[in-house]
């Protein structure tokens, strides 16, 4: 006989009754997410067959090129969590400016969520797995339509974050602040199912993550970092290896899993290195430090910086606590560069 299945709502509910002073808000908008990721997943499934693929014609406030995907599950997350009540506003990677819901409900709700969308939206066109990020604070404003306040927190202050990866299947991965665990939608019944309950990352890895080709821009500290990776590479203990996928969830999920290390470190291009603060670092660095892992900018915990600015970037260096503290060894090459200097 199968084993019962436990599902993402009965999942949410019996957490929410252990938790004291639990009001059901926050158990309401983790399935408003669920529910859009559902719509998202259909969505991204059909790619190649409904009007979803390729560029919206328009670019983000970033000056990034939206694609037509980025557009619709921007939407979709909006208006499950607009006509929810259980939300006050949304912060979006796609959006110049946060949302303030109107109405008696959500202008009393105690949640603001900070989303990027659809993560890796390059790969959708070539059937790669792409992604959603979310971040769940309490707002600081108590009444009324939210302010800017209520969306610039450090990530310390997050009550939930996670992700959604729409790779060979469909998985939402989520902490509340005790321990991280992954549901697989089953397609044939439409439920997210308990699937890596207590996900832990392990200590030590041998999978690196960052895009090689800026090799040249980076700092002397991410490069001795690099070659001690390559130089392992041939060794028989400990060989590591390189991946890439492009799709920060789908790459972090990996390492998640496996044990590794994620790096965008700032480059020429990027200056203050590419991975927005609010929609994609606080939220996975939430989820790896639950797992067990660790997350900085290189000198400060990710979740320590204090944000001044809705679409801020960060560097970030991210993964298995070893693969962190052999990199930190690297980077103090770039410190005691800089003290020399000046
Ligand atoms: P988004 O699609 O939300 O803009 O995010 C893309 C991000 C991230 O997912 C990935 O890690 C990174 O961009 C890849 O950038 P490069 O192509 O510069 O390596
Ligand atoms: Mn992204
Ligand atoms: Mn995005």
Same mark, same amino acid.
């Given at each position: 006989?199968?084993?019962?299945?436990?599902?993402?709502?009965?999942?949410?509910?019996?957490?929410?009754?252990? @938790?004291?002073? %639990? =009001?059901? $808000? *926050?158990?309401?908008?983790?399935?408003?997410?669920?529910?859009?990721?559902?719509?998202?997943?259909?969505?991204?499934?059909?790619?190649?067959?409904?009007?979803?693929?390729?560029?919206?014609?328009?670019?983000?406030?970033?000056?990034?090129?939206v694609k037509k995907l980025d557009v619709i599950a921007n939407d979709t997350f909006i208006n499950s969590l607009r006509v929810s009540?259980?939300? @006050?506003?949304? %912060? =979006?990677? $796609? *959006?110049?400016?946060f949302i303030a819901f109107k109405g008696t409900r959500s202008e009393k709700a105690k949640y603001v969520v900070l989303l990027d969308p659809l993560d890796g939206s390059s790969n959708i066109d070539v059937n790669v797995s792409v992604g959603t990020i979310f971040s769940i604070l309490k707002r600081k404003t108590v009444d009324g339509p939210c302010q800017l306040e209520d969306f610039l927190q450090?990530?310390?202050?997050?009550? %939930? =974050?996670?992700?959604?990866?729409?790779?060979?299947?469909?998985?939402?991965?989520?902490?509340?602040?005790?321990?991280?665990?992954?549901?697989?939608?089953d397609p044939s019944i439409g439920e997210f199912c308990l699937s890596h309950p207590d996900i832990l990352l392990p200590s030590d890895g041998t999978i690196y993550s960052i895009n090689h080709g800026?090799?040249?821009?980076?700092?002397?500290?991410?490069?001795?970092?690099?070659?001690?990776?390559?130089?392992?590479?041939?060794?028989?203990?400990?060989?590591?290896?390189?991946?890439?996928?492009?799709?920060?969830?789908?790459?972090?999920?990996?390492?998640?899993?496996?044990?590794?290390?994620?790096?965008?470190?700032?480059?020429e291009s990027y200056p203050d290195g590419k991975l927005r603060l609010l929609y994609e670092c606080n939220p996975m660095a939430f989820i790896v430090e639950q797992a067990g892992g660790r997350a900085n900018d290189g000198q400060t915990r990710i979740m320590e910086i204090d944000p001044t600015q809705l679409h801020q970037r960060s560097q970030i260096f991210m993964g298995s606590p070893k693969m962190m503290d052999r990199l930190e060894k690297c980077l103090q090459v770039d410190y005691v560069t800089e003290k020399v200097e000046s």
């Open positions: 006989m199968h084993k019962r299945v436990l599902t993402l709502d009965e999942f949410i509910f019996q957490k929410q009754t252990v @938790a004291r002073y %639990a =009001s059901g $808000e *926050l158990s309401g908008l983790l399935r408003d997410i669920g529910l859009a990721s559902k719509i998202i997943h259909r969505d991204v499934n059909k790619a190649g067959l409904i009007d979803v693929l390729g560029d919206a014609g328009q670019e983000n406030v970033q000056g990034e090129g009540g259980q939300c @006050a506003g949304v %912060a =979006s990677e $796609e *959006l110049e400016n450090k990530g310390v202050e997050q009550v %939930a =974050s996670g992700y959604v990866i729409y790779g060979s299947s469909t998985m939402l991965v989520y902490t509340t602040g005790h321990g991280v665990n992954g549901f697989t939608l800026y090799r040249w821009h980076f700092s002397n500290g991410v490069k001795k970092y690099i070659d001690h990776c390559i130089n392992s590479s041939g060794e028989r203990e400990n060989p590591h290896s390189l991946r890439y996928i492009g799709s920060m969830v789908a790459d972090i999920h990996r390492n998640l899993i496996k044990g590794g290390i994620f790096m965008y470190p700032i480059s």
